[in-house]
């Protein structure tokens, strides 16, 4: 099943525009775009095949940060992880008011 899993990682200083135009760089093989510009953390969401939630979270969490490192950023540790998978977001597509 496919996933969509968003990550934060915050610091303690602000990230320039280039960084995290490195970090978008980073993350494009897994469909992943990034932000944090002007701020102190970064972030990214991926697409990822898994089984299932921890599965997902625990893929992206290493793609995110071998991205981070590819890109140059600190390693700052991971706040934040959402997920939602494909039939997730399929559901939330349908119109469950039609009759």
Request: charged share 25%; hydrophobic share 45%.
């Amino acid at each position: 099943m496919r996933w969509s899993v968003s990550l934060t990682a915050e610091g303690d200083r602000e990230l320039t525009r280039e960084e995290i135009v490195e970090l978008a760089d980073a993350v494009a093989p897994h469909l992943g775009v990034a932000s944090g510009i002007g701020t102190t953390t970064y972030g990214a969401q991926l697409v990822v095949d898994a089984p299932d939630r921890d599965a997902a979270v625990a893929a992206a969490r290493e793609a995110f940060t071998e991205a981070a490192a590819t890109a140059g950023l600190p390693a700052w540790p991971i706040a934040s992880a959402e997920t939602l998978s494909e039939a997730e977001d399929e559901m939330d597509d349908l119109d469950l008011s039609a009759p």
